[in-house]
């Protein structure tokens, strides 16, 4: 599933194009996305312009010229492409979304999804703060205020196990099981520890480590586990970059240990029992 270094990685591709673009042209394939797509958005979005785009969470928000976002959510196995030439559909190919920038130069933007768990929605700039898939999304992991005071007060009194926590969207948004494997490895915390249990040094470790790990793999293009492409079709390069994730049996980075596999909520989760305590 795209966690937030190969969402910002797709929303800083599209950033490159989409910046006062003009829609000339949607169709819909297949509107039965995790939810269905809504019937205004053909109408409503055409000839309207696009702005910057940005990343909340795991979600791409586009805003348009008529005060409206154009919400894309990658769900497990979606991907965004952008083409510039003639371009053929392949199966999955749910949405297409043809632009024209300020200099003139024709993109389409290409939704596939094979399983279908993302989603596509477009509504009021006015209904963003109660919109359901971003009304309880917690703190932005790459702002400042994903602090020491923030975290403590997140913990008080859960017994929850950390890594279960860092995965919670509600508090920390935007990491998912891959990451939340690779920051308690750089943090040398195990991942069944309960959150109450955490001392300072052991929040500031957690926030050190998502900040450097998320910047890390943004930098590269994401992980490509599975179907992330960079919207160009180019692989993310983070997985040559993992420490623990997928590393099963291998010897530790930071000892002569082997990695762990166990499962979490029943997610894969790896760690070394040497150095992760
Ligand atoms: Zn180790």
């Known amino acids: 599933m795209p966690e937030l270094p190969e969402v910002e990685t797709v929303c800083l591709a599209l950033s490159k194009i989409l910046i006062n673009s003009r829609v000339t042209n949607i169709e819909i394939f297949r509107k039965d996305l995790r939810w269905n797509i809504k019937d205004n958005l053909e109408i409503d979005l055409k000839q309207k312009f696009l702005k910057k785009p940005y990343r909340r969470g795991k979600y791409i928000l586009i805003p348009t010229s008529n005060e409206h976002i154009l919400l894309f959510h990658l769900g497990m196995s979606g991907t965004i492409k952008i083409i510039s030439k003639k371009y053929y559909l392949s199966k999955h190919d749910h949405v297409k979304i043809d632009i024209e920038t300020k200099e003139n130069k024709f993109f389409s933007i290409i939704y596939n999804d094979p399983r279908r768990f993302g989603y596509i929605d477009f509504f009021s700039v006015s209904k963003i703060k ?15 205020d994903f602090t020491i005071n923030y975290l403590q007060k997140k913990i008080y009194n859960k017994s929850k196990c950390v890594k279960n926590f860092l995965m919670d969207q509600s508090i920390i948004a935007g990491i998912g099981n891959i990451y939340a494997s690779e920051i308690l490895y ?5 991942p069944l520890r309960t959150v109450d249990k955490l001392k300072k040094e052991h929040l500031k ?73």
């Open 130 to 144: 109660n919109h359901f898939l971003l009304k309880k999304l917690g703190v932005e992991p790459l702002d400042s």
């Open 186 to 190: 750089r943090a040398n915390i195990h």
């Open 205 to 277: 470790s957690i926030i050190d480590s998502t900040k450097f790990i998320l910047k890390k793999s943004i930098n590269v293009g994401g992980t490509s586990i599975r179907n992330h492409l960079q919207p160009d079709g180019k692989l993310g390069y983070f997985s040559q970059k993992l420490q623990v994730y997928g590393k099963n049996k291998h010897i530790c980075n930071k000892c002569t240990n082997v990695i762990t596999l166990i499962n979490i909520s029943s997610r894969s989760t790896f760690f070394c029992s040497n150095c992760q305590r």
